[in-house]
């Protein structure tokens, strides 16, 4: 820009306010505002960043809003961070989900590199969240199973974001989703990063603890970001917090957060754990795909999990043992055999017995998850040893009684030779009672956990159709 050197009408037009970048002080009116960069008429801030500003704009050639968001001048100063910017955005323009903001435009005015984004009639979440707003559990869920699925579709177009928080979720008035600002997206295929290596990105508040290391990331590390952003939009505070951000980090890596139900003790158990997954410290214990997470969060919302009764329970029950009933009278001694692998297979490989399948109930895990051997033996194993435990003892008292020849007589009782069969079938009714306490408690518990259930970490639910996904 030096004198004599030829400009057009549009720069000539933006260089008063680019000399004003370089020169205004801390405090000063944002000098882009009114300004023109190509076709886009600046109207006013929207928010500022590590890397640039957003503010709204006028597309002038369409006639629409849009969002402008301009890199800043120091940082678009490098070359490299310039090229690998304008590759990031026209990657990001291919990006075509309901849950992603589009690209529309990318350009560069007098030095100043910008691109033109979907703009939303609504508020971004970290607004509602500082007027001191709590979102509801079940509507946080929403929210971020919106952005995992806008996550997930990055994800295979080869993108990571690097930078998921409350701020860069937008609602707009129709309560659709969009997640916003790939701004430090980073390519998993390796042909564009918007970073050089080594350097530390993200926001300290949600930043996974292996970005705070500086160490390769991967889409997990999206996953722990949103894990730390439903905690916030649910407690209505981040997961840790400190007036460092470099102390921030360092909880990241080494604390645990305050548990969600010690804050807000109505959120369920499985919500809790859902987030408590999402934000593993360790990458590997998180969700590995964002199938898996989206079908946890589609379990732990509240119409997906209807916990069964009592009543429904014990009916499934009594089905399945008139089923082995009839075995055994058949098969004799094999049929309790038969009766126990139908028990324990038919709840590992499908959720149900013959009894919970007429009566549309299933048995998983409590993240709404298939059991595995283990639990399905420990829980078959809690429920079966009160039954096995009484005919072994009723049997042992009738072996005594014919042992003893034991008979009544009008004139004569012989009572005396009673007490050793009458121990353990007293013995067996006392083991029975609570066999049958354990069974019963379901209907006190209010999840409708049975002993079995608790000891096996398994819960019954209504069986209920998978909603389909936008």
Sequence with gaps: MGAGKPTTPALDATLPFLNA??????????????????????????????????????????????????LDRAVG???????????????????????????????????????????????????????????????????????????????????????????????DGSGQVKLADFGLAKSVRGDAELTRAGMIVGSPLYMAPEQGRAEPVDHRSDIYS???????????????NSPSP??????????????????????????????????SKDAAHRFADYDALLLAMESARPERRQHTGLVARAAAVGIDLALISAACLVLGAWGLLLGA????????????????????????????????????????GVFAWGPAACALLGGLAYALHRREHISFTVDKLTAARL????????????????????????????????LHDLIAKTEVTYKIPPRRRS
């Design 226 to 240: 949103l894990g730390c952003t439903l905690y916030h939009l649910i407690t209505g505070q981040p997961p840790f």
């Design 419 to 450: 007490w050793e069969p009458m121990l353990w079938l007293g013995l067996g009714a006392v083991v029975f009672l609570g066999w049958l306490g354990g069974f019963l408690l379901a209907a006190f518990h209010p999840h409708h956990y049975a």
């Design 341 to 380: 692998a139908y028990f324990i297979v038919a709840h590992l490989q499908f959720g149900q017995t013959v009894g919970k399948w007429l009566l549309k109930l299933e048995v998983t895990d409590r993240d709404g998850h298939r059991i595995g051997w283990k639990a399905a033996a420990i829980r078959f």
């Design 246 to 279: 470099v102390a921030v980090m360092s909880m990241h890596v080494t604390d645990r957060a305050t548990r969600i139900r010690a804050l807000r003790p109505e959120v369920p158990e499985s919500v809790e754990r859902l987030v408590d997954r999402m934000m």
């Design 77 to 171: 100063a490098d070359p490299e961070i310039v090229a690998r910017f304008v590759r990031e955005a026209r990657a990001q323009a291919q990006l075509r989900h309901p849950n992603i903001t589009q690209i529309y435009f990318i350009g560069e005015e007098g030095g100043v590199h910008f691109f033109a984004m979907e703009f939303l009639d609504g508020e971004p979440l970290d607004a509602r969240l500082a007027r001191g707003e709590v979102l509801p559990w079940d509507q946080a869920i929403s929210v971020c199973e919106a952005a995992a699925r806008g996550l997930a579709a990055a994800l295979k177009e080869g993108f990571i974001h690097r930078d998921v928080k409350p701020s860069n979720l937008l609602v």
């Design 21 to 70: 970048l370089d020169d205004a002080p801390a405090g000063a009116a944002d000098p882009l505002i009114g300004a023109r960069l190509k076709h886009f008429q600046v109207k006013k801030l929207l928010g500022k960043g590590g890397m640039g500003a957003v503010y709204l704009a006028e597309d002038t050639s369409l006639g629409r809003q849009v969002a402008l968001k301009v």
